[in-house]
């Protein structure tokens, strides 16, 4: 009885064990089989059965060359013959499953001389094949892109190492890509400390732009670039490295340079031409002054012979003809006598008030305030125009050049009030200073708005705004005006006083 009993007990536990091993190669996820050592199938599980679509009765009047889609039939043998010789082998390999899929299977297999069978366990990996291939696709597709960047590419360590580079790095500087990896990155410029600077300010800030350096090829040659560079990440988000790419801008330096030396020229050409134009200017101010300096001494001489000759000659001839008239009997004589000396007592004072006008000898004798308020009192006798003449009393010294144009510039201004301003009066004040001048003409007539408005005068013949401003300034002096259409006018005139130019 326990003879039976211990006879049984260990053939319980070997059951019991097959079918907790059974149960395990059910429960799996990965395929499973035994196969006999010409590769016909004598065992598999559920799980390679999902995996491949055949049922497991399908399978076991099957060998492994029947679902087999990478090696032939030979190679099957061969392989299977290597298990046997090594014992175990671990490969990859292609399967056909029933609908005509092909799947990715990792395969480990162990032979087993006491069963004289080969068991396996499959892992399908078509999943990870396809995300490798996808990886692969794409690493493809970017090592293609980096290749035909025109711009040298490079990726640098955390310690400046280069770890990777195009050709286009390759050709900058002539060095073969595999002896550019590894080595400093800032060794191949002609300011090292200044590309060190550079990508340890990417690390620091995460990336720069347009950060100017020049490579140096092995033949000597110098490319001057711009880097733009930024730090790349694992899918941690941990920086890995830094991405840097160069932008050759020698042509477009070159460029520049060229521009900014024709600029230059230009400048040069321009402050030449303007100096010269300056010159021209000044000169042009002097022979203008002179022409205007020689009308006054013309005037000057007119006048001189208006009151010395003519005037003369016509006051000797009325105290003549005076003199006849007492001596004339007839009445019709004495009439006609008397109306010529009426004429030439006319004539007499025309002469006169002409020469005042062209050199009023006050100018000589008085000073320009006198002269001046002697001028408003001859226009409102000539015009009918009232001017408020005001003068604060302080002495006014101008040379002579000075007093002729002013009293000429003042005279036409106030001849403009009376012939354009549409008013009966004016103001004309003086004020003097250490060392000007002030002269203010104010009229509340029409006024202009347009800026070019005191230039018409010129196209009628008058002497105009513009000539005041023309003979004013050549003295040194300057001029401001301001109207407005409706709110009449003011011209002020600045002029240096004597020993301030």
């Known amino acids: 009885m326990s003879t039976t009993s211990s006879r049984t007990a260990p053939e319980e536990q070997l059951q ?4 907790l091993l059974y149960h395990i190669l059910q429960t799996t996820l990965e395929g499973f089989w035994i196969v006999d050592l010409q590769g016909r199938f004598i065992d598999v599980n559920d799980a390679y059965c999902n995996m491949i679509g055949y049922r497991r009765d399908e399978l076991l009047g099957m060998a492994i060359s029947d679902v087999e889609a990478l090696e032939n039939p030979c190679d099957v043998v061969q392989r299977i013959q290597d298990i046997v010789a090594k014992g175990n082998h671990r490969f990859e390999s292609k399967h056909r499953c029933k609908d005509g899929r092909t799947i990715d299977l990792d395969i480990s297999a162990n032979y087993l001389p006491s069963e004289a069978g080969i068991f396996t366990f499959l892992r399908d990996i078509s999943e990870r094949k396809q995300s490798e291939n996808a990886l692969r696709s794409a690493s493809v597709y970017t090592r293609t892109l980096i290749e035909a960047s025109l711009d040298p590419l490079v990726t640098i360590s955390a310690d400046g190492k280069i770890t990777d580079v195009n050709e286009a790095s390759v050709r900058v500087t002539g060095i073969a890509r595999d002896q550019l990896i590894g080595t400093d990155f800032s060794s191949y410029f002609t300011d090292p400390d200044k590309a060190r600077e550079g990508y340890l300010k990417v690390f620091s800030d995460g990336f720069v732009h347009d950060y100017p350096l020049a490579l140096r090829h092995v033949s000597g040659l110098i490319t001057e670039v711009l880097y733009n560079a930024s730090v790349y990440k694992d899918e941690f988000g941990a920086v890995q490295g830094v991405f840097a790419a160069a932008r050759d801008v ?16 230009l400048e ?9 134009l300056l010159d021209a200017n000044e000169q042009m101010k002097k022979v203008s ?53 009426s004429l030439l007592a006319n004539s007499i004072q025309d002469i006169r ?16 305030e006198t002269a001046l308020e002697w001028l408003c009192s001859s226009i409102k006798s000539d015009y009918a125009l009232q001017i408020d003449f005001a003068d604060d009393g302080h002495p006014k010294p101008l040379p002579a050049e000075v007093r002729y144009s002013l009293y000429h510039a003042v005279r036409e201004l106030l001849l403009n009030v009376a012939k354009h301003a549409g008013i009966d009066k004016a103001q004309l004040s003086l004020k003097a200073n250490n060392h000007t001048l002030e002269v203010n003409v104010i009229d509340h007539g029409i ?17 105009g705004l513009y000539n005041v401003q023309q003979r004013i300034e050549q003295i040194g002096g300057r001029v401001v005006i301001e109207s407005a259409a409706g709110s009449g006018t003011s011209v002020t005139l600045t002029v240096p006083l004597e020993g301030s130019r």
Do not use: C
């Not at 019991?16 to 079918?19: C, I, L, S, V, Y």
């Not at 020698?250 to 020229?265: G, V």
């Not at 006024?447 to 002497?463: E, M, Q, T």
């Open 447 to 463: 006024g202009f708005s347009h800026p070019d408005a005191h230039l018409k005068h010129i196209k009628n013949g008058g002497y």
């Open 250 to 265: 020698t042509e477009r330096n070159r460029a520049l340079q060229a521009l900014k030396q024709a600029h230059d020229e």
């Open 353 to 368: 008030s002409l020469t005042f006008r062209m050199r009023p000898p006050i100018l000589d004798t008085s000073g320009i």
């Open 16 to 19: 019991k064990n097959d079918r």
């Open 268 to 276: 040069a050409r321009v402050a030449e031409r303007t100096a010269a």
């Open 289 to 341: 002054f002179e022409l205007v300096w020689a009308e006054e001494k013309e005037r000057e001489r007119i006048a001189g012979e208006l009151h010395d000759q003519v005037g003369q000659s016509l006051l000797l001839a009325k105290m003549k003809l005076d003199a006849l008239l007492a001596n004339i009997n007839s009445d019709a004589l004495f009439m006609q006598a008397e109306e010529a000396a």
